[in-house]
């Protein structure tokens, strides 16, 4: 059916009539958070070609709908690459330096919530090869109820937060019930593209003449990293964009023109690549608690691993269970639909590999348009880690609001 998730994790359920009655609350205080993939496409619905952006617009639109704040997801996905990035370093040091021989290698992206279905249903014994990094969303759920409520003097229990995601999957992921860090749940509602278009609708609001205006404080500036989420290969480059830089200390664009990380685009459907680390640099502040030196990695060619549909996922599985080449990468990054979020279960239909190769190119070209592109030059990221998480990246705190755990299924535990 076309309104069920390509992966099979959840039909969609409309919840627009809930979100207009908290809208209608005056005691409530509802924000909302907008994911990259569904301003790459809303556009089709109002007759725009696949592609065409109206991030800006879109915003305008969100707030004469009646949300107090709009945040852009990308911000969280720049927190979400320095925990994720953050755990990789931490699992090659431990098996590198053979501090760990039991280190959990290949590294397996976990912001996919329709992918961390299927691991937790077919392979739940490889379900210590996951991050423990909670995806954007959930990130930037559980960052509004305890930084932004508290920046802004607003008890959490009267924020309501809402996520536009392009995916169905995206409802489960925040009714997970280890998904409540901030005390509450982190994460209220989470629509899909086609219910925001419907509350437009109904509002009688026509998104391409809306005048544009940017993002809310504190969280108005994200980076070129985050937008790339949206496509297959996105978090890798995101990633790579920001371990290479704290590792070797050099830009990442004295390796790759523009920051662009060329090896892990495309569309086919399972990807490797290899990246040398011919030197290192000093240990930057952000990780000096946890690394005195980047020695140990010296000389190693990192090899990484791209899937997208869950076909092709299937067969990286088969072939790290059977040790195969996947078996000795160190990350491999994991979505559930093709092309990555930008073929969602909750975006414009129809689609087609033409209209996905449309969405990413405007999805990269918003990239290319950011002056910051890498996720720890984020200076309202850093900024959190100085006032909020004062330990920094995978610490203590760090993990028990931005990190979780997984839980094996079978068929009956749904
Ligand atoms: Fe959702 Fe993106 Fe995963 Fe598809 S690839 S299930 S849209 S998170």
Redesign the pocket.
């Known amino acids: 059916c076309i309104n069920h998730?390509?992966?099979g994790?959840l039909s969609e359920v409309d919840q627009t009539d809930e979100v207009w009655t908290m809208l209608d609350d005056p005691t409530k205080h509802v924000v909302i958070q907008t994911a990259p993939?569904p301003r790459a496409s809303i556009g089709e619905y109002f007759g725009l070609e696949p592609g065409t952006p109206l991030t800006f617009e879109m915003n305008t639109a969100i707030r004469r709908i009646g949300f107090d704040a709009v945040f852009d997801t990308n911000f969280s996905a720049d927190l979400t690459i320095i925990e994720e990035g953050t755990e990789l370093l931490q699992r090659l040091h431990q098996s590198l330096t053979g501090e760990s021989p039991a280190t959990q290698l290949p590294q397996l992206s976990s912001?996919?919530?329709?992918?961390i279905k299927y691991i937790e249903y077919f392979y739940p014994e490889m379900l210590p090869l996951l991050s423990t990094a909670k995806?954007p969303q959930q990130m930037f759920g559980a960052m509004i109820k305890t930084y932004y409520a508290e920046k802004r003097g607003i008890d959490p229990k009267n924020i309501v937060s809402v996520a536009l995601?392009?995916?169905t999957?995206?409802k489960f992921e925040c009714s997970r019930p280890e998904m409540t860090a901030s005390g509450f749940q982190d994460v209220d509602f989470a629509i899909t593209t086609r219910e925001l278009v419907k509350m437009m609708r109904e509002s009688g609001i026509d998104l391409p003449k809306m005048p544009k205006s940017g993002f809310d404080e504190p969280f108005g500036d994200p980076t070129g990293s985050g937008v790339i989420f949206g496509a297959t290969g996105g978090v890798m480059e995101a990633a790579l964009r920001t371990v290479l830089e704290l590792v070797t200390g050099k830009k990442v664009e004295s390796f790759f023109e523009n920051a662009d990380i060329i090896p892990v685009r495309g569309f086919e459907g399972i990807r490797l690549a290899e990246l040398p680390v011919t030197e290192v640099g000093p240990v930057p502040e952000l990780l000096s608690h946890l690394f005195t030196d980047f020695e140990w990695l010296k000389g190693v060619t990192l090899r990484v691993g791209i899937a997208?549909g869950t076909a092709n996922i299937h067969k990286v599985m088969e072939d790290i269970k059977n040790g195969g080449i996947f078996s000795t990468c160190h990350f491999i990054e994991m979505?559930?639909?093709p092309g990555?979020?930008l073929?969602?279960?909750?975006q414009p239909i129809p689609t087609s590999p033409e209209i996905r190769a449309k969405r990413a190119k405007a999805i990269y070209s918003e990239d290319a348009h950011y002056v910051v592109r890498k996720s720890h030059e984020n200076p309202q990221v850093l900024q959190i880690y100085r006032e909020f998480l004062p330990e920094g990246p995978c610490s203590h705190k760090a993990h028990a609001l931005l990190h979780t755990h997984y839980t094996p299924r079978d068929g009956s535990s749904g």
């Open positions: 998730c390509p992966t994790a993939a912001c996919c919530p329709g992918w995806s995601m392009p995916c999957a995206k997208h979505m559930a639909c990555g979020c073929g969602g279960g909750g």
